[in-house]
């Protein structure tokens, strides 16, 4: 089981057209976070992995891979290796951002994280620093937080000439707003 916020299909999340997962909770309530609602370490939507492998599959012709976003997706690394695995057997990529840095996921007590990287293609790491925007990087949030390549899929030049990109979803009654406004 995972315990997510969203999963959608999004071109502001990584390169490409991806599914980007949100998970729900996390430690690190960093200062103006662009999730602040994903932080709280709460039950919000329980999701079998097969349901979300299956929806990977439903849609791998249409998709580049997948963004594990949050909240912080190495606290359920446990379950998302399951779906990092399904998604790199399938040919596509797998992109994680993390509050944490490369080094204390190497260290971290939390069940599995260490091995969620081995199938990760990209890793974008470090706490979000809102003192220190970044204003070069697509998709990075501030001048701390590097970027890890744990494949030849993609290197520097796919998040070069950052552009401030925003998707928006009309769902019933809500808004849903998802990418790295700045305003």
């Known amino acids: 089981m995972l315990n997510l916020a969203n999963i959608l299909i999004t071109e502001v999340e990584g390169p490409g057209r991806r599914i980007a997962i949100w998970t729900q909770g996390c430690l690190k309530n960093c200062k103006n976070c662009c999730n602040p609602e994903l932080i709280p370490i709460r039950i919000n939507k329980v999701v079998k992995i097969e349901e979300v492998n299956n929806y990977i599959l439903k849609h791998k012709n249409e998709i580049e891979g997948i963004t594990l976003i ?5 606290l359920q690394a446990k379950n998302l290796i399951k779906v990092a695995k399904f998604t790199r057997d399938l040919g596509l990529s797998v ?6 840095t490369f080094k ?6 939390i069940e599995k994280a260490k091995e969620l990287i081995e199938y990760l293609d990209v890793l974008v790491d470090g706490e979000y620093d809102d003192n220190n925007p970044e204003d070069n990087r697509k998709w990075i949030g501030s001048k701390n937080q ?3 390549f744990f494949s030849n899929r993609y290197s520097y030049k796919n998040f070069d000439n950052k552009v401030d990109e925003v998707e928006f979803r009309f769902c019933g009654d809500k808004i849903l707003l998802n990418g790295f406004p700045i305003f």
């Open 146 to 148: 590097n970027i890890y």
């Open 70 to 74: 949050g909240g912080e997706p190495f």
């Open 95 to 100: 992109i994680a951002f993390s509050g944490y």
């Open 104 to 109: 204390e996921l190497q260290n971290l007590e």
